[in-house]
């Protein structure tokens, strides 16, 4: 759920899954269905004040006294590390990689022969992340799980403006699925 769409084309245009974004519709699916109260966290919420103005809070405070630990700082250009599975080695976490240039309106998807990748059918395809990508590296990126040592076969696709798809040539991208509880990185390049 995006919190911005381009106004002429309809497309997303704010960051991919805000969990904040997904409470406050479930929050207010849930209000206006009459499951929760109107004022479930703040009783005078319902109504608008007669003037604006500051409140206390009483309460005991300390100040901090020990710093936040360098080697956790966070580092804005280190990758998200992805989810390992938690169940036995079942179920694998493979990611896939392609650089394929886009323009603005236009997006990638992930498309195949199992139900994950829609069927090769690219409206149920896997819509692929660009968050890393950059003018110079326009990476385009998925992770999907599948069952170990399923065979697939695949292609990406680009999804243009107006809806329309352009497919990669063939042949198609075939794998298979590793019976290990490692993560399986793959990088394919655009046919």
């Not at 109260?37 to 500051?54: E, I, Q, R, V, Y």
């Not at 580092?75 to 976490?93: D, F, K, Y």
């Not at 170990?148 to 076969?153: L, M, P």
Request: contains cysteine.
């Amino acid at each position: 759920m995006p919190e911005q769409f381009d106004r002429n084309t309809g497309a997303p245009l704010a960051a991919a899954d805000l969990t904040w974004s997904y409470s406050a519709f479930l929050t207010a699916t849930a209000r206006r269905a009459g499951k929760i109260p109107p004022s479930w966290a703040f009783p005078a919420g319902n109504t608008l004040p007669d003037s604006c103005g500051t409140f206390a809070v009483a309460g005991s405070y300390a100040s901090a006294t020990v710093n936040f630990p360098g080697s956790q700082t966070p580092n804005p250009s280190a990758s998200v590390p992805t989810p390992r599975p938690t169940s036995g080695c079942s179920e694998v976490l493979v990611t896939f990689n392609t650089r394929v240039s886009t323009q603005w309106g236009q997006s990638v998807k992930l498309v195949g022969n199992h139900p994950a990748l829609g069927n090769w059918n690219p409206a149920n395809g896997v819509l692929l992340s660009a968050s890393a990508y950059t003018s110079s590296n326009p990476l385009w990126s998925i992770t999907v799980p599948f069952p170990a040592g399923t065979s697939i076969q695949f292609k990406f696709v680009t999804i243009q403006a107006d809806r329309s798809v352009v497919w990669e040539r063939d042949p198609n991208h075939s794998f298979t699925v590793p019976s290990t509880c490692d993560i399986v990185t793959r990088w394919d390049n655009w046919q």
